[in-house]
């Protein structure tokens, strides 16, 4: 089971897509807001997740940026991703699960927020409060955990349904292999029954965006973990491993394996996926693959090494 997103990635992923029209220069309010801006200001206030996302869903995108220019919008932005619910109890695995499901449940939500309003959250997400740190901490963390969920929205949003449709399937069943607690033939004879449901066509897609490609490496990641880190190849049918043999020789390898190491501090889900791609080439005996990864791990170590040292000390 995969953990949730620590709160130290936070600098890193700022540097994500969300940045580029949030880091535009604040605009100073000539004059107070108007009776329209006021209104969605006193609206937010009396918000929590998952209201809020219905909220944006149908709230006028300008009077919404106008009210998120202003330190009393940003501050009653804040106030409404507070949660509906208590915070589960995150130092068991079994909270963890939980709040990572709720995260994956506002991720969707957000995925359905128009275009229009991810502008003015961006640039929500890149400011702070100072009213901020007053707040109890199972609240601050409500409100982390909704930045997270955002941020997967604003990138869910931007996938096709089929590669989206695809990312819930994988969430799913890792949430539902968890709670079950099955033995490991059972996960993965699960997990290769999903991939095999796809087909060749589903697959390809989902190969072809980062984010998408992303998460299925991940849980392509541990399969291979749970294999033993050895490929047994008649576990699947021959055009599972030609398409990932495709996509490591492909132009969306590097873009991909780059948004797994940005990701995280420690290299674990990007080091997991990129193990069990070498060790399948190995077991196809495709050299020109082992040489492509040899190539890409060079490249995502050279770019992203220095920047885990730099944040871990």
Known sequence: MQGIFPHLLFL???LLGLAGSAMAQEKSPSSPPTP???AVIEELQSLRMPETISFLKKVDPKLFAEALKTPEGRWAMDL?????TPLPDSSTDEGKARVREYIDKLSREFAQVPRSIFDPLAYWRMTSCPEFSSLPEDEQDQILYTEDALRSGFFLGKLTPVQREAVYELHDLDFSIFKRDIRIPGILKEQYALFTQWGPQKLHQVLEAPWSAAEFLKALGW???EE???WKLSRMPSWFWEALAEFVEGPNAYPTFARMARESMLPGPYRRASDAL???ADAL???RMTRRLDELREQIDAEFSPVRRRVRH
């Open 12 to 14: 890193l992923t700022l």
């Open 36 to 38: 329209e801006v006021q």
């Open 80 to 84: 409404a991703s507070r949660w509906s």
């Open 223 to 225: 399969v291979f973990v």
């Open 228 to 230: 033993h880190r050895h």
């Open 278 to 280: 070498v060790f399948l």
């Open 285 to 287: 005996k495709d050299d």
